[in-house]
């Protein structure tokens, strides 16, 4: 963990810094306060120059919040000047979009809060979030400086994970940890829960646990036996702690694996990010797969780990597709060459806010979007 570094009152200071999004330790820092105008801290941003607060907390807040409006207002005004322009593609309009997230997240991550060891601010009218750093930092030791903006998503992620994500095909609420990706589009879920299961099918392998929703719904159709795996340490707690708030414990068992654990399965289920490119956040590779890497090791690796007679599922958008990104026969063609076949397709459309939001820059394809839950089977037979 890298130290930033600041002159304050004339004297050198440094702490620890934190970025769950794995931006560098800011070169330039100044002392900010309520007496601080947005727009002199919008430009010190823009600079990347970070701004390390010093005044009171819910001031702070409102001061992202007088950021955030500053940057949205940018491609409006970007948009006029250019009026007249041949219409850029898909593809680049989704280029464009990433690339203006990413410069967005930058410059709201300027605004830095500082920590004692103990996960107190040492500010006026902050909150309690030992709790929740805790949770998502586990024990520490020394002070620290977070950005705002990451504190934030921090005690977000708190808040989903004590009340709980209602799950529709559970009856019940999956509590999703800091880091893991929330089970907010309940359409693949519903697919998993409702197309019909290979015959005499009594165990499945989960590939991708997250926050072992699947798992659980897996678990609660009859398979006997349900192996999950996932790389990411937070993914395995969450995964579990979950199952075991279920009583899905004597089915489910959850283990560290790059996707599949030993052995074949009547039913082998994948639920991978659905983009192809580069994660700028730990929390992105629940959406972003750089290469198709995770897409392309599930099918290459299935066949040898299908029981006689088994299925896999593949879970996923067509987004990729609209956007340009990839095209459906390459998607056939990594199926074929994995020595596969289509058994069937079950088909959803998204009902999420953005599927109907015409103001989004990818509304053209979001629109199109569809979830399929693709049937493969071993072309051997």
Known sequence: MTRIEWVENGQARS????????????????IADDTMAADTAYRLALDGTALLWRGDFQNARQLLQALARRIDQKPARAKRAKAGTAAPTITEQFHRHRLAQLQRARTLAMLLIPFEADYTIPLRRAPDVRQACNEAYGAFSEPFVVSLRELLG?????????????????????????????????????LVAQAPLPHKAQTAFDIGAGTGILSAVLARRGLRRVLATDMDARALGCARENIARLGLDAQVEIIQADLFPEGQAELVVCNPPWLPGKPSSAIEYAIYDPDSRMLRGFLNGLQAHLAPGGEGWLILSDLAEHLGLRSREQLLGWIEAAGLTVAGRHDVRPVHPKAQDKDDPLHAARAQEVTSLWRLRSAKG
């Open 154 to 190: 921090l005690i977000g992620a708190h808040e989903w994970r004590s009340k709980g994500v209602p799950i529709a095909a559970l009856d019940d609420r999956i509590h999703p940890w800091y880091g893991v990706f929330s089970p907010v589009r309940g359409e693949y879920v519903e």
């Open 15 to 30: 702490a620890l810094w934190r970025s769950e999004s794995g931006w560098p330790a800011p070169k330039k820092v100044v």
